[in-house]
T-cell receptor
Framework: GAGVSQTPSNKVTEKGKYVELRCDPISGHTALYWYRQSLGQGPEFLIYFQGTGAADDSGLPNDRFFAVRPEGSVSTLKIQRTERGDSAVYLC??????????????FGNGTRLTVT | AQKITQTQPGMFVQEKEAVTLDCTYDTSDQSYGLFWYKQPSSGEMIFLIYQGSYDEQNATEGRYSLNFQKARKSANLVISASQLGDSAMYFCAIHPPYYGGSQGNLIFGKGTKLSVKP
C-alpha cells in the first residue's frame, strides 16, 4: 500500500510569504504528526492529531504556525509571514492508532522549505 | 524532561561486519519506549526497532538488535552483517508515557551517520 505522501517535495519562498505544506497519511491511520528537521539535527516535534483534533500542539514554535486536519485524513501545515529561520525539512508521520508508546510512526519523505 | 544523546557523529564499518551505534537517554519516567529510525539520503525516516522500558528481552528485528541496559540508560543499536544499503543516518528516539492524549512528543537524538565500506 501507499506510504505517507507529502507535497510539495521542495518549496522555495520569499521572506514574509505564506506557505502551505500537505500531508496525506497512510489510509486508516488515525494519528498524524508533524516534525521539523533542521540541518544536522534530529526531527523536532511540532503537532499531533488524533482524528480531526490537535491532541498536542506543544511543539509549534509560535503563532505563525498552524495545522489542520478537517476530515481526519489529509493535513495541512500552514506558516504565515515566513522567516529565514523557518527553512528546514518538514516531516509528516502517521500511526495506526496513536495513544501508545509502542506504536511506530511511519514518516513521509518530507518537504524541504527554503525561505530566501 | 527526556533527552537522547548519540555521541558518534559518524561511523565506518566494513561490509559484512557488525557495528554498534550508541544511544544513551535521560528520563525520570518509569514507562517509556525507545525507537531506532534509519534515514537514507532520500530523507524518509524508516522505523527499525522498538524497545519498551518494561521489556526484559532485548528487541530483535532481522539484522537489527537493541542492546538495552536499563540501569545504564543505554539503548545501543547493533547491526549484524552490514550491507552497503545500510549507509544512512540513524536516529535514536524516546517516547514518554502516554498521558491522556499527549502522545506525539517522540524525542530524537542528533543521529549517527553510518558509512559501509565495500
Amino acid at each position: 500500500g501507499a506510504g505517507v505522501s507529502q507535497t510539495p517535495s521542495n518549496k522555495v519562498t520569499e521572506k514574509g510569504k505564506y506557505v502551505e505544506l500537505r500531508c496525506d497519511p497512510i489510509s486508516g491511520h488515525t494519528a498524524l504528526y508533524w516534525y521539523r528537521q533542521s540541518l544536522g539535527q534530529g526531527p523536532e516535534f511540532l503537532i499531533y492529531f488524533q482524528g480531526t483534533g490537535a491532541a498536542d500542539d506543544s511543539g509549534l514554535p509560535n503563532d505563525r504556525f498552524f495545522a489542520v486536519r478537517p476530515e481526519g485524513s489529509v493535513s495541512t501545515l500552514k506558516i504565515q509571514r515566513t522567516e529565514r529561520g523557518d527553512s528546514a525539512v518538514y516531516l509528516c508521520a502517521s500511526s495506526l492508532t496513536g495513544g501508545s508508546y509502542n506504536s511506530p510512526l511511519h514518516f513521509g519523505n518530507g518537504t524541504r522549505l527554503t525561505v530566501t | 524532561a527526556q533527552k537522547i544523546t548519540q555521541t558518534q557523529p559518524g561511523m565506518f564499518v566494513q561490509e559484512k561486519e557488525a557495528v554498534t551505534l550508541d544511544c544513551t537517554y535521560d528520563t525520570s519516567d518509569q514507562s517509556y519506549g525507545l525507537f531506532w529510525y534509519k534515514q537514507p539520503s532520500s530523507g524518509e525516516m524508516i522505523f527499525l526497532i522498538y524497545q519498551g522500558s518494561y521489556d526484559e528481552q532485548n528487541a530483535t528485528e532481522g539484522r537489527y538488535s537493541l542492546n538495552f541496559q536499563k540501569a545504564r540508560k543505554s539503548a545501543n543499536l547493533v547491526i549484524s552483517a552490514s550491507q552497503l544499503g545500510d549507509s544512512a543516518m540513524y536516529f535514536c528516539a524516546i517516547h514518554p508515557p502516554y498521558y491522556g492524549g499527549s502522545q506525539g512528543n517522540l524525542i530524537f537524538g542528533k543521529g549517527t551517520k553510518l558509512s559501509v565500506k565495500p
